[in-house]
């Protein structure tokens, strides 16, 4: 991924009640060092982030991917961030994005270690050619992701819910499937109960009701995922979360990978399996998901 433009942030107080934080950004080089060799993102993942993607200068979904990031940063123990900063941040880098498809990407760390304050930066760079995953779908494996239902609920410290930049497991777990012939990967509990993808959230279909994993299973409540289901409901379908096993992604009549980059993935099989895969229907929410959507 090359990076096109990245902003310093001086982070300001969750109650700062500036209108213009344009004095807090500073434009850096994206290719120049620019973080102390004492920084805890690198050092231990000991931060946050989301990613946006951006359509033709538009950034999509902002609102929900600031709420987020808010909530990954109080299950982290980190400052809540001004929302209205990282608004303005976000607004600033859109405008560097070119035509066509980009990632913004905010992160916010816990800072050098010992240090006074956090770090914050923001990122473009143009999104990866998803074409062929959104046309033909993509083949997954199921992976134990090593803890059962019941572990975000007994042990809060493992920050399950929260989007941290502890990824190492996440990209371990589609280096995994790629070794078993696959595209990419859907964690399940070691009970059973489906979960999420490394970097997506999981969609069946099951007739005429779309239904998710629940978030209280330790998964992060993706905004993709949201956005699709209020276009769902708008077209008169039954949205839903709920618990699921393994067998209902088996025999679901369609199953999607869906993430604000990719987009909507159709599963073309799990573990070797044939799924359905209607190509038309799946072309049809990924024009949904190009278009604005605020």
């Given amino acids: 991924m090359a990076w096109r433009y990245a902003l310093l942030l001086a982070p300001a107080a969750s109650d700062d009640a500036r209108t213009d934080f344009s004095g807090t950004f500073t434009p850096i080089d994206p290719s120049a060092p620019a973080l102390s060799v004492g920084e805890l993102s690198t050092q231990r993942g000991d931060g946050i982030f989301e990613s946006i993607g951006v359509v033709d200068g538009h950034a999509q979904e902002v609102s929900a991917h600031l709420e987020r990031l808010a909530h990954s940063a109080r299950l982290c123990d980190l400052p809540v961030p001004n929302l209205g900063q990282w608004e303005q941040a976000v607004a600033a880098a859109a405008s560097e994005c070119p035509a066509g498809e980009c990632v913004i990407k905010l992160i916010l760390s816990r800072g050098v270690e010992h240090g006074p304050t956090p770090t914050a930066w923001v990122t473009v760079a143009e999104a990866a050619d998803n ?136 599963v073309t099989s799990v573990d070797g399996a044939r799924l359905p895969y209607d190509a038309g229907f799946t072309a049809e929410l990924n024009a949904y998901l190009l278009s604005p959507r605020d």
């Fill in 131 to 266: 074409t062929r995953a959104r046309r033909d779908g993509i083949r997954v494996v199921l992976l134990d992701r090593g803890y059962d239902s019941g572990a975000p609920e007994r042990a809060p410290w493992l920050l399950l819910g929260a989007k941290t930049l502890s990824y190492a497991t996440n990209m371990a777990a589609i280096r995994e499937a790629h070794r078993r012939d696959a595209d990419d990967a859907v964690f399940v509990t070691s009970d059973g109960v489906l979960l999420e993808g490394p970097t997506s959230s999981l969609v069946l279909r099951q007739g005429d009701r779309f239904v998710t994993p629940a978030p209280g299973a330790g998964i992060l409540h993706g905004t993709t995922q949201l956005s699709l289901f209020a276009h769902l409901a708008e077209r008169g379908f039954e949205t839903d979360y709920a618990t699921l096993g393994v067998d209902a992604l088996r025999e679901a009549d369609a199953a999607w990978l869906v993430s604000s980059v990719r987009l909507a993935a159709g």
